[in-house]
């Protein structure tokens, strides 16, 4: 059984936002819901000052931190590891308890416009829109239509740093699992023992 | 896919990096656009700006129909009232005659912006010619605020590269160093390759006064007082000097280092038969140089000699004479940057072969832009990493045939253009953007040299890009006649006699480079509502004034056709198959000045004026300028006006780019604005604190004009960072438009906006080129 999983490399992140775009463009996610969001932060005091960027998405926990605080069973796994939302089953008022339970801050509530233009969309937009629900929790889902079709995720596609390896855990001569296992990948948080499939590797310092 | 979705090839051009994509259109929709795979300039990457065509084409901002003023300039409403295209292009074709006819071509001007604005650069070509045609010299461009001494035209003088791009091959190169440019952000298929380079172990040397994302990921960041980067060099010269680590032999073949230059006037010394001279020190005599001289001559580069009676130096004598007082310890005061580092920054660069060099904005937006220009690529004539594989080296010329139309302008166009009246010698030697809309607005306002009465602009932010916002809205209203096209209402329409809705470059047509294909690329979707690619508008503006036959009949396919003949291609040939025809562009082809010409049997050399790399150059010196590159101090700046820093303390900088914005475009776009919703101002954290500034606090800054009094004022946000010097506030630039989808109002162009550009005066002026100075700008900052 395939496990897919993702590699970051923060040597390699430049902050540049195209991840985010593409997942925008790829999912047609509701104004101010994001699946994936960039973390910058700054160290030092000028000029001995470094910065690193930190694409953050859901890393598609074995243990499912989420899952196990959703009272309506939402949250469940599915082929390859990956955690999904059934959009049916997420319907939790205002107090989300899965929201609170993801120790790294991805989910999302769509809580702002149900379109970026509204009477400008296209027949794509106005079906793709749609199947956003107002009040639904949604997550990064590594473009779940698109693995399964044998495509990259979209971020991992557009990246111009080429920061993203995608692939199978299990797969043991692909790129993601040497590099997994090689260098000094890490799931962020690695204390909460949750068992990511996100890992984070940083081949390079700045200086 | 089943789905009836078509797949259309094509490439983006919203900046120069031209990356590949397809286009997913279905039922006549756009529904995405991805990096296509194959494309070998971004490999199925893309950046997000190409990313969000789709947000941008179907935008229910844009502008939809040409529209025509009802009510006098100056009125806060111009009661736009809709128009046809025809009564549009038919009022602009007539007034431009009758200003022709009034005042002579050259009181018309043809403003264009940077790459991209509405579809793209490729068409600018095309407008070139319509002005060539009308006979006006005055046609704009942005080599004044952007590139001038990279690329447009570069350094023709001083290495023959006239209107090429540095090229570097990433995969040789092992030292990489940067200058103002943020090159991960701003040449987006780059970053891969750049961080591969340096996964392989090449140096990666940042010199930038902030702390951009690519100096984020330098080795060394090299973190200097904006504007000083000319001492930086002039100190690395010295190191490399001192240490002997320059190559004595590329010197004396192929630079003019060994020519011997007259101490009583500064030209080279002639005779012999030859136009120039070296001393040979095995001979102790003159010999003459054509310029090229025997393989046994051994020319002295350094010492003093008499020769007939005039005393002369080698010009490296004289290179090495001015380096001698620009020690790392001196340039240490100058830049900020340790002796220390800055010597050891000078050995790894010497030392570590092939190291390249490339450089953009930040450096030319100085009032020593140029001569920082020389001293840094002179540092890759001097060790030896002049165009070699991995090297600074240039794109090859090989391109479409020129279809500007030149020929077709008045003999005396340089001498009528504004640059030379301004006196810009070597802007006007080189005749590139002899009239940049600075000096347009100085026309305009002063009818010095001559009046300026009409304005046709496409795709340029006018009052928003160009600095002293103030200055150029004021010129625009003084106008008899202007008519803008953009995709949006921008600012300078408020002055606008007639307004034309410009499609975005994804509606539009261009035949070029997509390797490993030559591409015609067709529009992926119609134009939205009435909106014209600027190429049709070109083209048929061009028929209304008389000149259809030089313009295909009106026909830019048979343009296209015309541009591809050195391919042997017609645009049906590129247009029957979805990629086009496969063509790599060739690749750099290294030393081609060592090739032996046949007809003279020499080296084919340098398209300088002495044939060789010029350390030296007599042209300068004989335009009035230094012929080396010394020492000058940006203008402003806290050392070469200090007055105007007594009231206006901190250095103002507007620095880099991130990936999702291209200068002032794309503001509108939500999915990018959601990336950045405001403008900031970055000031340091302990420049905060004495200020009392906290996060997110509004703030009013204040520059003055060069008299003291104040030029503008704008409102911005406090980001606090470490990222700036605590001198230093960085303000972004490009920021007006609103953003309706997320609720995100408009910003003005003038006092009380966000617009950096009001905040200059732009009489702080490159005096070769006519850069103006922005780097190091006075401003104050408090809270309101
Ligand atoms: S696209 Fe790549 S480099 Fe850019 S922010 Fe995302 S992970 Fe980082
Ligand atoms: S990252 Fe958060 S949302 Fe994703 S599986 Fe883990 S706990 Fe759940
Ligand atoms: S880098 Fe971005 S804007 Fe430039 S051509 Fe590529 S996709 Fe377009």
Known sequence: MSRYGLAIDLGRCTGCFACAIACKSENSTLPGTFWIRIEEKEQGAYPHVAKTFTPMLCAQCGEMPCAEACPLGAISIAEGGVVLIDDELCSCGDVKPCVAACPFGVLAVNKGKDAYFHEYLTPHERDAYESHRHGAVEKCHFCHPRITAGLQPACVQACPSKAMVFGDLHERESELAQLVSSTEAKPLREDLKVDPSVFYVKTRTAA | ?784
């Not at chain 2, 070296?278 to 003459?288: A, C, I, L």
């Not at chain 2, 620009?326 to 092939?354: F, G, H, N």
């Not at chain 2, 340091?684 to 204040?702: C, F, M, P, W, Y």
């Not at chain 2, 030029?711 to 960085?730: H, M």
Request: include cysteine; charged fraction near 20%.
């Open chain 2, 1 to 784: 896919m089943n789905d009836g979705t078509e797949k259309i090839f094509s490439y983006c051009i919203h900046c120069a990096a031209l990356c590949g994509v397809v286009a997913h259109v279905k039922d006549g929709y756009l529904v995405k656009v991805e990096g296509d795979p194959e494309a070998s300039n971004n490999g199925g990457t893309l950046c997000p700006k190409g990313l969000s065509a789709k947000q941008e084409i179907y935008h229910p901002e844009r502008l939809k129909h040409p529209m025509r003023r009802t009510r006098p300039k100056g009125n806060a409403d111009p009661g736009w009232v809709r128009i046809s295209w025809d009564e549009a292009l038919d009022t602009i074709a007539e007034k431009m005659k009758e200003i022709k006819e009034r005042y002579g071509p050259e009181a018309f001007f043809f403003q264009k912006g940077s790459t991209d604005g509405s579809s793209g650069a490729e068409w600018y070509r095309f407008f070139n010619r319509l002005g060539s045609l009308y006979g006006s010299p005055n046609f704009g461009g942005t080599g004044h605020i952007c590139c001038y001494s990279r690329s447009c035209p570069g350094l023709p003088l001083h290495l023959g590269n006239k209107g090429l791009h540095p090229a570097i091959d990433y995969e040789k190169t092992n030292l990489i160093l940067l200058v103002g440019y943020n090159i991960l952000h701003t040449k987006p298929p780059l970053a891969r390759k750049i961080l591969d380079a340096q996964r392989r172990g090449a140096k990666l040397i940042v010199v930038d006064p902030l702390l951009s994302p690519t100096a984020a990921k330098a080795d060394i960041w090299l973190a200097l007082r904006p504007g000083t980067d000319l001492a930086l060099f002039l100190a690395l010269h010295h190191v490399i000097i001192q240490e002997r680590l320059y190559d004595a032999d590329f010197l004396t073949s192929w630079t003019n280092a060994p020519f011997l230059v007259r101490e009583d006037n500064g030209q080279f010394l002639d005779g012999g038969g030859a136009p120039y001279r070296v001393w040979d020190s095995k001979r102790g005599e003159p010999y003459p140089a054509d310029p090229w001289f025997p393989s046994d001559v051994q020319p002295a580069l350094t010492g003093s000699y008499t020769v007939n009676g005039i005393r002369c130096k080698p010009a490296w004598q004289l290179f090495a004479e001015m380096v001698e007082p620009c020690s790392p310890e001196w340039a240490q005061e100058v830049t900020w940057v340790a002796a220390e580092e800055i010597r050891s920054v000078a050995r790894l660069y010497a030392t570590t072969k092939p190291a390249s060099t490339d450089w953009y904005n930040g450096l030319h937006r100085s009032s020593n832009g140029y001569y920082t220009a020389v001293a840094l690529t002179l540092l890759s004539v001097v060790t030896g990493n002049w165009d070699v594989p991995g090297g600074l080296s240039f794109e090859s010329d090989v391109s479409f045939r020129d279809v500007k139309g030149s020929e077709f302008l008045p003999r005396d166009w340089v001498e009528k253009s504004l640059v030379t009246a301004a006196g810009f010698k070597v802007r006007a030697h080189n005749k590139e953007y002899v009239g940049p809309m600075n000096l347009v607005a100085d026309a305009i306002l002063t009818e010095r040299p001559y009046p300026i009465r009409g304005m046709l602009s496409l795709a340029s932010g006018l009052a928003t890009s160009n600095p002293n916002s103030k200055r150029m809205m004021e010129a625009l209203s003084q106008l008899e006649f202007l008519a803008v096209g953009d995709m949006w209402e921008i600012p300078a329409m408020a002055m606008a006699d007639i307004v034309l809705p410009c499609a975005t470059a994804w509606e539009s047509e261009f035949v070029n480079f997509n390797p490993p294909y030559l591409m015609y690329r067709q529009p992926i979707v119609k134009p939205q509502h009435e909106s014209w690619p600027d190429l049709k508008i070109v083209f048929e503006l061009a028929k209304r004034l008389g000149y259809a036959k030089q313009f295909w009949d009106g026909s830019p396919q048979k343009a296209f056709d015309q541009m591809l003949e050195p391919f042997k291609l017609t645009v049906a040939e590129l247009a029957a198959l979805p990629k086009g025809v496969r063509f790599e562009p060739p690749q750099p082809r290294h030393k081609i000045y060592a090739a032996i010409d046949q007809k003279t049997g020499k080296p084919k050399g340098f398209a300088t004026p002495t044939g060789r790399l010029e350390i030296y150059s007599e042209k300068l010196k004989s335009l009035g300028y230094d012929p080396l590159p010394y020492w000058r101090e940006p203008e402003p700046g806290p050392v070469s006006t200090p007055e105007l820093f007594r009231e206006f303390p901190l250095i103002l900088s507007s620095g880099f780019k991130p990936m999702y914005w291209l200068h002032g475009q794309m503001r509108a776009v939500p999915w990018l604005r959601e990336c950045q919703e405001e403008p900031l101002i970055w000031i340091n954290r302990r420049t905060a604190s004495k200020l009392d500034i906290h996060e997110g606090e509004q703030l009013l800054v204040e520059t003055p004009k060069r008299d003291g009094t104040v030029q503008g004022f704008i409102r911005l946000k406090a980001l606090l960072t470490e990222s700036v010097p605590p001198e230093v506030v960085y303000i972004p630039y490009g920021w007006w438009q609103s953003c309706e989808s997320l609720g995100l109002k408009g910003h003005g162009t003038l006092d009380g906006s966000a617009n950096v550009n009001n905040l200059y005066d732009d009489s702080f002026t490159d005096p070769l080129s006519g850069t103006i100075g922005m780097a190091s700008y006075p401003c104050r900052v408090r809270k309101e």
